[in-house]
């Protein structure tokens, strides 16, 4: 199906562990993205990529490290876990520079 | 610095009118977008509005004007499946998109 999905929903690791988010989307947007969402926050940017083998820092990219080797595929590793990356995870993609983001259905990551 | 803000809560009748506003503080802009995000989901694109002037869509509206760095989100014959969280977000100079923290709308029978 066309869209862009996110795996795992729902993930629990521990402080220090190594964890990878997938995002893949179908629709080949040159645009893609990765957010955490926490209450009482808006919606903060972790790296975004505007092409293949192109990424760039967000407002929050400590802790984190993305790449794109393809245009479909943008996994977000966070390298050694700690409680505060606890956090709804959203990848997102666009199509252009100013066109609407299309949401995957998130990751709930907890760390223990 | 660069900021959104918009109401943390707001609470309406099923079957009237509310009004979400927005204001906004940015280095530029290039667009103003409103998503919808019922609990436990993701964000779902609302309206964007780049000209001052009101934008319709169905039940719902959104105003922008650039000059005031303001913007309303106005939803009619409200439903209970309207119950959720309203984003706001500019589009800065730079195409990087500038959120505010949501208003979470209770509609009541």
């Known amino acids: 199906d066309a869209g862009i999905t996110q795996s795992p929903r729902y993930k629990i690791t521990e402080t220090g562990r190594q964890v990878t988010l997938m995002c893949h989307q179908t629709w080949s947007h040159s645009y893609m993205f990765w957010y955490r969402q926490d209450l009482g926050h808006g919606l903060r940017l972790i790296y975004y990529?505007?092409?293949?083998?192109?990424?760039d820092k967000g407002e929050v990219p400590d802790g984190y490290v993305v790449s794109r080797s393809k245009t479909e595929n943008f996994p977000l590793t966070l390298e050694s876990a700690t409680r505060s990356q606890t956090s709804v995870y959203f990848c997102?993609?666009?199509?252009?520079?100013?066109?609407?983001?299309?949401f995957g259905n998130g990751t709930r990551l907890t760390v223990t | 610095g660069q900021n959104i803000d918009q109401p943390t809560e707001m609470t309406a009748t099923e079957g009237a009118i509310v009004q979400i506003n927005c204001t906004y503080q940015?280095?530029?802009?290039?667009?103003l977008f409103w998503y919808q995000q019922h609990a436990g989901e993701a964000p779902t694109f609302l309206s964007y509005n780049v000209l001052d002037g009101l934008e319709e869509k169905g039940r719902f509206s959104s105003f922008l004007s650039r000059s005031k760095g303001y913007s309303y989100l106005l939803l009619k014959e409200l439903q209970m499946k309207d119950s959720a969280s309203y984003l706001c977000?500019?589009?800065?100079?730079?195409?990087?998109?500038?959120w505010g923290a949501g208003t979470k709308l209770i509609i009541k029978p």
């Open positions: 997102a993609s666009s199509g252009v520079e100013n066109s609407p983001l299309h």
């Open positions: 990529s505007a092409a293949a083998d192109i990424t």
């Open positions: 940015t280095s530029g802009f290039n667009g």
């Open positions: 977000a500019v589009m800065d100079s730079n195409y990087q998109l500038i």
